[in-house]
């Protein structure tokens, strides 16, 4: 399957990346690019070459919320 169009590249937690790729038939879907991926179904040295042009955004870790000291105290002190 041939994919012409791609969007809206970011680096994962493991370093893959996901993007959305326009499928022929089903529009804009989520893609995650893995060159290690043996299925050739979507080209992926052309997903590659495609991303080659473009910026992919970093990984963001997620923020740990901050805790109420009393709560997480009253937790511990259930367990």
């Known amino acids: 399957m041939e994919i012409k169009e791609i969007r809206n590249p970011s680096y994962t937690a493991d370093g893959l990346i996901d993007l959305e790729i326009k499928h022929p038939d089903y529009g ?7 060159m290690s991926d043996e299925d050739n179904t979507i080209d ?4 590659k070459s495609m991303l080659d042009t473009m910026k992919v955004a970093e990984y963001v870790y997620p923020e740990v ?6 709560e997480l105290e009253d937790i511990i002190g259930s367990l």
């Open 28 to 34: 804009w879907i989520p893609y995650t690019l893995d």
């Open 65 to 70: 919320p901050q805790q109420d000291n009393k």
């Open 44 to 47: 992926n040295n052309k997903i």
